[in-house]
């Protein structure tokens, strides 16, 4: 038969068959009036090769998994089973990973619709951080501040998709009065003042913005915040802040920095009470 109806009979494309015999995965029929005929021999070996990846073994395996008990250098049948059943375990394993990750995959989703259906947020930050931006976003009344805002708000969301981001920092963001908020906003309007000015604050003045940001969060937390530094993985912490410092402004980087690092000093000691 010419490799039109193998294919057909297999219940794949001329295009795959021509990729086994490449890869020497289906022998090459002999030929015959100018033409590869193929006989029930190949059918059978295309069967089988068709067979086992719909079961999701890869095709660098079944080569191994089809050799003949019988063939130059192979051993004992037993040599061939044992061939078989490592490469059979070995796919198993595969697609049990396969199939966590696709838990993994399908729980987020899951989490993604859930979180859309309830307000429609869609990100990986955690709902009090995103609504925490929106609102400065939506109070901020110049352009350079909404900006200033987006812009960590989208260091934050960056940070969450790498994973260098503590899902504890969420409680940070969580029951701000409207005081806070303008206080908040202050700030923003501070760094975007800076930012279009393109100015270096002096050590006095960045010592005095990092031990603001410290107490900001002291008030704000209260008497929870040494269960909250408990909770923060530091080490994460730690990759967070310096990819923050990463993404800041050279003019901008050393005051960064000390607010960073002062906040870190702040959940170490706290972890300690």
């Known amino acids: 038969m010419r490799i039109k109806e193998l294919a057909e009979l297999a219940g794949t494309t001329v295009r795959a068959i021509r990729y086994y015999h490449r890869i020497d995965l289906l022998p090459v029929p002999p ?4 033409c590869r005929d193929y006989d029930l021999v190949h059918v059978a070996r295309l069967a089988r090769i068709r067979w086992l990846t719909q079961a999701g073994v890869p095709l660098s395996r079944i080569a191994g998994i089809l050799r003949s008990p019988d063939g130059p250098g192979l051993g004992s049948a037993d040599a061939v089973r044992d ?7 070995a ?7 396969q199939l ?3 838990r993994v995959q ?6 993604l619709v859930a979180s859309v259906e309830h307000d429609d947020h869609l990100s990986p930050m955690p709902p009090a951080m995103a609504h925490f931006y929106q609102g400065l976003e939506q109070r901020a009344g110049d352009e350079t501040v909404r900006r200033e805002i987006r812009r960590e708000r989208d260091f934050l969301e960056l940070a969450y998709y790498r994973g260098d981001l503590p899902p504890e920092v969420d409680i940070f963001y969580q029951g701000f009065d ?7 906003l202050e700030l923003f309007g501070q760094a975007a003042a800076r930012s279009v000015a393109a100015s270096v604050p002096t050590d006095e003045q ?4 990092a031990s603001a940001q410290v107490a900001r969060l002291r008030r704000h937390l209260g008497t929870d915040l040494p269960r909250v530094a408990r909770s923060v993985d530091l080490d994460i912490a730690r990759r967070a802040a310096d990819l923050y410092v990463r993404f800041t402004p050279d003019h901008d980087r050393r005051r960064t920095r000390a607010i960073t690092d002062a906040i870190l000093a ?3 000691e706290a972890r300690s009470q």
């Open 31 to 34: 030929v015959r009036d100018g």
């Open 83 to 89: 061939s078989v059943l490592v490469d059979l375990r």
């Open 91 to 97: 796919t198993l394993a595969a697609l049990d990973d």
């Open 100 to 102: 966590e990750q696709l």
């Open 106 to 111: 399908r729980d987020r989703v899951s989490r």
């Open 178 to 184: 409207d005081a806070q908020l303008t206080e908040s």
């Open 206 to 209: 960045i010592e005095q913005m």
């Open 266 to 268: 702040m959940i170490e």
